[in-house]
């Protein structure tokens, strides 16, 4: 099997290709195109900021041709905001992949009176809920999972997994063959690992 991890400079790959090297999966780092279009599997990591992400897309033509992409293709952190329709995050329009908004965490808004204000960003482990989609087979409502950010993808009908922080927001999106995740599964222990695999196997 190939997967291909998608290079363009603001994707955290190190620490990725570590943890599919431990399910046995060699993979390929690449910008090309073509290596891109042949994979058996793709995966589209991200750290950093929105707008110099996508900037780097564009430079790289990955902004048009991803979201042609057919086979599985997993998303994941700043990778599932960048396929989303729009991020408040300097204003960026994004991948268009998922309709939904990407919006910013209010560090000073009380959600109630019992209700602490918030830290941003979002960072620690953190529990799964109303799971669907092939991706979590085997893990459980309230597993722990490690968040680190600081923008959010809102509730939508394309959610596969929400997790809560003073808000409820979406954890997982999948439409079609485009899963994406908030969390980080290469750092998400035993978890994190039997999602890459249900990945792997879809």
């Known amino acids: 099997m190939q997967v291909a991890i998608v290079k363009y400079n603001a994707g955290n790959t ?17 910008d090309d195109l073509e290596q891109l279009q042949s994979a058996d599997k793709v995966i589209f ?12 897309l564009k430079k790289k ?12 293709f997993l998303g994941i952190c700043l990778g599932m905001q960048l396929m989303c329709r729009h991020s408040e995050e300097n204003d960026t329009p994004c991948l268009g992949v998922f ?3 990407v919006r910013r965490f209010m560090p000073a808004e009380k959600i109630s009176q019992d209700t602490p204000l918030l830290k ?10 109303a799971l669907k989609t092939p991706l979590f087979e085997g893990v459980s409502v309230g597993d722990y999972v490690y968040f680190v ?4 993808v809102e509730q939508s009908k394309d959610t596969a997994a929400l997790c809560e922080y003073g808000t409820a927001f979406s954890a997982a999106l999948q439409k079609d063959n485009f899963y994406a995740v908030q969390f980080h599964p290469e750092k998400s222990a035993v ?11 879809l």
């Open 191 to 201: 978890t994190g690992e039997r999602i890459l695999k249900n990945f792997l196997n």
């Open 14 to 30: 190190q620490s990725l290709s570590f943890a599919l090297e431990r399910l046995g999966i060699n993979a390929l780092i690449t």
């Open 45 to 56: 990591p991200g750290v950093g900021e929105a707008s110099s992400a996508m900037k780097s």
């Open 149 to 152: 950010h600081s923008y959010y």
């Open 99 to 101: 309709s939904e908004q």
């Open 61 to 72: 033509g990955l902004e048009q041709f991803l979201p042609t992409l057919k086979q599985p």
């Open 120 to 129: 941003v960003p979002h960072m620690g482990w953190n529990t799964l809920q």
